[in-house]
């Protein structure tokens, strides 16, 4: 029988011993999101990190913090390297993780080095493990494939508490694939902090007085069939569209992302943005949000359920996704766009070539009936927090 999906309630006493946040990089976005919501909910964070030499800025870490090294991108080796150097200092640091109530650590890999750290602390702490993504070699059945689950398992299995943000994942993958029978929390990509964002756009008439259909598309931008969809769309519909992109190239396009977006002047890149701050002015400017996710098709994809969404929910903005994936699942199920199956440009171009405004002003009246609270994640991290409190509670 498998584990339940967590809904803690009640806010217990708790002795705000630290968390400790295991993770392959302090200034990753969704490293960044989640100590700052555990230091919202009141509790002190101690991070164990490696820094990764990226072309951007570096932004100091916002809590106390132990540095495990330095890796840079396609630099394996190196990265080896860094990963050995980690355990002496793991060592000399190992008295002030024996403080921390709970570990909580982003991703297999670095929760190999926090069972070390917890084996050379000497104490029995609760290790609570967030896996977000599935990695396409982890579905394989080839030898590595194999071997990787089987670390997994080993991981998982002494996990006190799984962290996934789908039920995807958890139907696809953990469940029959890992046969994983422990405790999961469903913690979604939601919008967080949201307490200081404006309120949604009634948005502008679209098309009327000669302007195009928007479609923004925000946020990592690994996906190369979405980048030769919207490529596409931009060059068969001309001023009938406007596409826009915000974020930052990733995973395997990011060297090719200039050759695949191209020079159309409809389908325009508009470099990164600082969130959550300007997400407001981003949604405002669009009529329909790009959840398309391909990158694999058969896997990860097919399960996630990206941030888009939730942002487009906290700003009104219908969606645009695949039939057949959780995204599409979770769009029809709040009625909050459209969804699409193969051919997919094919699709898209007769569908914004046909669309009434009316039918569109339809469907965002009715993106603008549901409660912000359902995409922004205050709520869930204050149930993360009492669960982690209770497992804390209970060694």
């Known amino acids: 029988m498998h584990g339940p999906i967590s809904h803690a309630a009640g806010v217990p006493e708790s002795s705000r011993s630290p968390i400790a946040f295991f993770a392959h990089e302090r200034g990753d976005a969704r490293v960044m999101k989640r ?13 164990f990190t490696f820094h990764r030499e990226r072309d951007k800025a570096d932004v100091p870490p916002t809590w106390s913090n132990v540095h495990l090294g330095t890796t840079y991108n396609r630099r394996y ?5 860094a990963l050995a150097r980690s355990t002496g200092i793991l060592w000399a640091n190992r008295d ?5 109530g709970v570990i909580y650590v982003v991703n297999t890999d670095n929760a190999l080095i926090a069972l070390l750290a917890r084996f050379l602390s000497g104490k029995n702490i609760p290790l609570v493990l967030e896996l977000a993504d599935i990695q396409p070699v982890m579905t394989g059945q080839g030898m590595v494939s194999r071997v990787l689950r089987g670390i997994e398992r080993f991981v998982l299995d002494r996990t006190a508490l799984l962290v996934t943000t789908s039920p995807g994942f958890v139907r696809e993958y953990f469940q029959p694939v890992q046969q994983y029978g422990g405790e999961i929390f469903l913690l979604e990509n939601k919008v967080y902090p949201s307490g200081k964002l404006p309120g949604p756009s009634p948005g502008m008439v679209p098309v009327e007085n000669g302007r195009p259909w928007v479609i923004g598309c925000f946020g990592a931008l ?18 009938r569209v406007r596409i826009i992109l915000r974020g930052y190239p990733a995973g395997t396009i990011a060297d090719e992302f200039d050759s695949l977006l191209g020079d159309l002047p409809n389908l325009q890149f508009g470099g990164s943005y600082f969130y959550p701050d300007e997400l407001a002015e981003m949604y405002a400017e669009i009529d329909f949000n790009w959840t398309f996710d391909m990158s694999d098709p058969n896997g990860n994809s097919a399960w996630l359920l990206p941030n888009r969404i939730y942002e487009g929910g906290c700003f009104s903005v219908p969606a645009l996704g695949a039939t057949e994936t959780e995204t599409g699942r979770w769009i029809e199920e709040r009625a909050l766009g459209w969804t699409f199956a193969e051919p997919l440009a094919e699709n898209l171009a007769a569908f914004l070539t046909s669309l009434d405004v009316e039918d569109w002003q339809v469907v965002k009246g009715r993106c603008m009936t549901h409660s912000r609270g359902e995409f922004t994640g205050e709520k869930d991290y204050k149930r993360l927090v009492i669960r982690l409190e209770e497992l804390e509670a209970a060694v």
């Open 96 to 100: 002030r993780l024996a403080t921390c």
């Open 77 to 81: 080796l190196q990265r080896l390297w």
């Open 35 to 47: 100590i700052a919501a555990l230091q919202d909910q009141g509790r002190k964070v101690i991070g």
């Open 222 to 239: 690994r996906c190369k069939r979405s980048m030769e969809i919207m490529h596409e769309l931009a060059t068969r519909l001309g001023d």
